[in-house]
Nanobody, 117 residues
Framework: QVPLVESGGGLVQPGGSLRLSCAASRSIFSRNTMGWYRQAPGKQRELVTTITNGGSTNYADSVKGRFTISRDNAKNTVYLQMNSLKPEDTAVYYC???????????WGQGTQVTVSS
């Protein structure tokens, strides 16, 4: 079984919006800080945003005010609402889960987001 499964990527025009979803098992979702990373071609993977079990969030400066991370405990799913998208947001977006106790990290396989006119 795949621990994290992303969906919702696609092609969008600048200024548009997308919502990414990451479905996790209950055990992973309940014991881990969830987050989103992204990686553009030729660049290293970078942190976009995280959310703790208690709902505390943090964001990369480049996405503050435009992206919102949230979690639905009933569905064991974390979301990334992306508004006012820019071409520089183009990347493969990866869901991430990190154990607060051990630091063990789970990764999804990624979903492509392309922002272009």
């Amino acid at each position: 079984q795949v621990p994290l499964v992303e969906s919702g990527g696609g092609l969008v025009q600048p200024g548009g919006s997308l919502r990414l979803s990451c479905a996790a098992s209950r055990s992973i979702f309940s014991r881990n800080t969830m987050g989103w990373y992204r990686q553009a071609p030729g660049k290293q993977r970078e942190l976009v945003t995280t959310i703790t079990n208690g709902g505390s969030t943090n964001y990369a400066d480049s996405v503050k005010g435009r992206f919102t991370i949230s979690r639905d405990n009933a569905k064991n799913t974390v979301y990334l609402q992306m508004n006012s998208l820019k071409p520089e947001d183009t990347a493969v977006y990866y869901c991430n889960a990190r154990s607060v106790l051990s630091g063990y990290v789970y990764w999804g396989q990624g979903t492509q987001v392309t922002v272009s006119s």
